[in-house]
């Protein structure tokens, strides 16, 4: 039996996907715990029909991914010095300063001096690069769960290349924190129940939607952006890697899940809708860094409506959904059950991406690229 059709509330916990208050009181609080388990109960699929290339463009990019490995250890430059501070600074210098566009006057904030601005700078930095490694070992337990779950034995090969992606990605966010950061965070709450809804979902192409489609189609225009916006040569280099691997990662859930959904009815395509869109609330949710500015001693429901002020904030944040959507259209999610997503995707402001280029049709631009930089 297919569940009941659900609403806003039933699926992300609250009626008005805006709410501050309701997203900020989502906190973590098992910050200290040492291990996470999560309860899923799936079944675990042998194939016996051994026969590679059933499935060419899996196949394909099953042998490209053969070709494209990469040494976390040994091919970055990790003797490269990293000054956070200056970077920190050198960044509020190109953007006219650190407070541009805000008003800060009767708020916490209109105390801080430089002194203050660049901490922040450098605990946002450790935030979001530690997010980046929680978020690749999300991906590497989703896919090797994958490996387990989906039923064709391209798509098994091809799972298998990617946990090994994943465990070098986990490796070198992990090594980069460690080595040039000055610190590290738990994972954020949104990210974590995003994470736990994803691996205990017992369907194995609800997998790909939750990792593949949504949160690796976030990555990936996240990995841009900072490989784009810093000047840190070490960073940009680890972030090109990356970027060479998931965009293939992006495109092994299109292709999969392209197959799938054709075969299943309208009311199994609302559920795939509900989770697509719970993803991308959660995902936004995830945006405010609600534990960098507790650590600065800030409350963030105070900061959280200075945020609108920032200029091109609104703009930056839905481009990070500029992968997702048309990977979503292309997927024939945005329409089914008469366009329930589109709705929803109207609502939180990212509709406009519905065209723009889809993984498939990008794939072979940044793999080309990407393949001449691993070489
Ligand atoms: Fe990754
Ligand atoms: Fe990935």
Same mark, same amino acid.
């Given at each position: 039996?297919?569940?009941?059709?659900?609403?806003?509330? #039933?699926?992300?916990?609250?009626?008005?996907?805006?709410?501050?208050?309701?997203?900020?009181?989502?906190?973590?609080?098992?910050?200290?715990?040492?291990?996470?388990?999560?309860?899923?109960?799936?079944?675990?699929?042998?194939?016996?029909?051994?026969?590679?290339?059933?499935?060419?463009k899996l196949d394909k990019l099953y042998e490209k991914a053969k070709r494209a490995q990469w040494n976390g250890q040994t091919d970055l430059p990790w003797e490269t010095e990293v000054d956070q501070e200056k970077l920190v600074v050198a960044n509020a210098v190109a953007n006219g300063g650190f407070t541009d566009g805000i008003d800060v006057s009767g708020t916490a904030l209109a105390h801080w001096g430089d002194a203050e601005w660049i901490r922040f700078g450098i605990e946002s930095q450790n935030w979001t690069l530690s997010q980046f490694m929680h978020g690749e070992q999300g991906a590497l337990v989703c896919t090797a769960k994958i490996?387990?779950?989906?039923?064709?034995?391209?798509?098994?090969?091809?799972?298998?290349?990617? *946990?090994?992606?994943?465990?070098?990605?986990?490796?070198?966010?992990?090594?980069?924190?460690?080595?040039?950061?000055?610190?590290?965070?738990?994972?954020?709450?949104?990210?974590?129940?995003?994470?736990?809804?994803?691996?205990?979902?017992?369907?194995?192409?609800?997998?790909?939607?939750?990792?593949?489609?949504?949160?690796?189609?976030?990555?990936?225009?996240?990995?841009?952006?900072?490989?784009?916006?810093?000047?840190?040569?070490?960073?940009?280099?680890?972030?090109?890697?990356?970027?060479?691997?998931?965009?293939?990662?992006?495109?092994? @859930?299109?292709?999969?899940?392209?197959?799938?959904?054709?075969?299943?009815?309208?009311?199994?395509?609302?559920?795939?809708?509900?989770?697509?869109?719970?993803?991308?609330?959660?995902?936004?949710?995830?945006?405010?860094?609600?534990?960098?500015?507790?650590?600065?001693?800030?409350?963030?429901?105070?900061?959280?409506?200075?945020?609108?002020?920032?200029? #091109?904030?609104? *703009?930056?944040?839905?481009?990070?959904?500029?992968?997702?959507?048309?990977?979503?259209?292309?997927? @024939?999610?945005?329409?089914?059950?008469? @366009?329930?997503?589109?709705?929803?995707?109207?609502?939180?402001?990212?509709?406009?991406?519905?065209?723009?280029?889809?993984?498939?049709?990008?794939? #072979?631009?940044?793999?080309?690229?990407?393949?001449?930089?691993?070489?």
């Amino acid at each position: 039996m297919t569940q009941q059709m659900r609403d806003t509330a #039933d699926i992300i916990g609250r009626d008005d996907v805006n709410d501050l208050e309701a997203i900020l009181s989502v906190v973590n609080t098992d910050a200290d715990e040492a291990v996470h388990a999560v309860e899923s109960v799936y079944d675990t699929i042998f194939t016996w029909d051994y026969e590679k290339g059933q499935r060419p463009k899996l196949d394909k990019l099953y042998e490209k991914a053969k070709r494209a490995q990469w040494n976390g250890q040994t091919d970055l430059p990790w003797e490269t010095e990293v000054d956070q501070e200056k970077l920190v600074v050198a960044n509020a210098v190109a953007n006219g300063g650190f407070t541009d566009g805000i008003d800060v006057s009767g708020t916490a904030l209109a105390h801080w001096g430089d002194a203050e601005w660049i901490r922040f700078g450098i605990e946002s930095q450790n935030w979001t690069l530690s997010q980046f490694m929680h978020g690749e070992q999300g991906a590497l337990v989703c896919t090797a769960k994958i490996v387990e779950s989906v039923p064709w034995i391209d798509a098994k090969y091809y799972a298998a290349t990617q *946990v090994m992606d994943e465990a070098r990605h986990v490796e070198v966010f992990a090594k980069y924190l460690d080595d040039k950061l000055s610190g590290h965070y738990p994972i954020n709450a949104h990210l974590k129940l995003l994470l736990d809804d994803i691996i205990a979902d017992r369907r194995w192409d609800m997998t790909y939607l939750g990792m593949q489609i949504m949160v690796e189609g976030l990555a990936l225009a996240a990995f841009g952006f900072m490989h784009q916006m810093t000047t840190e040569p070490l960073l940009k280099q680890l972030l090109r890697y990356v970027m060479s691997d998931e965009s293939r990662h992006v495109a092994f @859930g299109v292709l999969s899940l392209q197959e799938y959904y054709q075969q299943l009815g309208a009311a199994e395509l609302r559920e795939r809708q509900e989770f697509a869109f719970e993803a991308a609330v959660r995902m936004r949710d995830r945006f405010l860094q609600q534990e960098v500015w507790a650590r600065m001693g800030v409350d963030p429901k105070e900061v959280a409506p200075l945020l609108e002020q920032v200029p #091109d904030r609104q *703009v930056f944040q839905s481009l990070l959904f500029s992968k997702i959507v048309p990977n979503c259209k292309k997927l @024939g999610l945005l329409d089914a059950a008469d @366009g329930w997503l589109r709705e929803r995707f109207t609502e939180i402001g990212v509709i406009a991406f519905e065209d723009w280029a889809d993984t498939g049709e990008e794939y #072979d631009t940044l793999q080309a690229t990407g393949t001449d930089a691993v070489a």
